[in-house]
């Protein structure tokens, strides 16, 4: 059964980068079927789709955070990354990476539990 | 303020039918897969439909999904309690060049 596990820091200082890795264990990240993404959840703005990535590369980002953003993919470890450089305390989320199916248009079936990270001086 | 717009909350007695309504545009739900997650209190969402009206494995058939034009609807029947929980649609944008979500909306099970 794939599972998904983020891990990061869970307090992050304003202005400077957040740094999040999605470990992927019970079968391959490079599978040629799946995207990778990363979402974000809020109370004030709900569910926010942060971007995708592909094994290979080729991310693709969500417009509004795209000048932010870095998505980087480690297959030796099973693992893909976010960064998400100059936060604020509106980047304060519950951040979520999952397995995304089909790309732009497609849907996420498999989330990882979430983790907590807050934006703070 | 989202994208998607859904009714807050909605509500109904064990047993009965409820269902939930996602309203959005040509750019989103109108020309792309629609798919309905399910968030029990405390936990990640959890993929209930996808394109459309599609059941992944382990969901049950009490759980529907039918897309007309710019809505959708998520449709659950023989409510139980562990049903409470907060549902959110999901989409592509093509004018966005996004994935997009509606606001969700709370089940209350009475």
Known sequence: QLQLQESGPGLVKTSETLSLTCTVSGGSISSSSYYWGWLRQTPGKGLEWIGSVYYSGSPYYNPSLRSRVTFLVDTSKNQFSLKLSSVTAADTAVYYCARHVGGSGGYFDLWGRGTLVTVSS | ?110
């Open chain 2, 1 to 110: 303020q989202s994208v998607l717009t859904q009714p807050p909350s909605v509500s109904a007695a064990p047993g009965q039918k409820v269902t939930i309504s996602c309203s959005g545009s040509s750019s989103n739900i109108e020309n792309n897969y629609l798919s309905w997650y399910q968030q029990l209190p405390g936990t990640a969402p959890k993929l209930l439909i996808y394109e459309n009206n599609k059941r992944p494995s382990g969901i049950p058939d009490r759980f529907s999904g039918s897309k007309s034009g710019t809505s959708a609807t998520l449709g659950i029947t023989g409510l139980q309690t562990g049903d409470e929980a907060d549902y959110y649609c999901g989409t592509w944008d093509s004018s966005l060049s996004a994935g997009v979500f509606g606001g969700g909306t709370k089940l209350t099970v009475l």
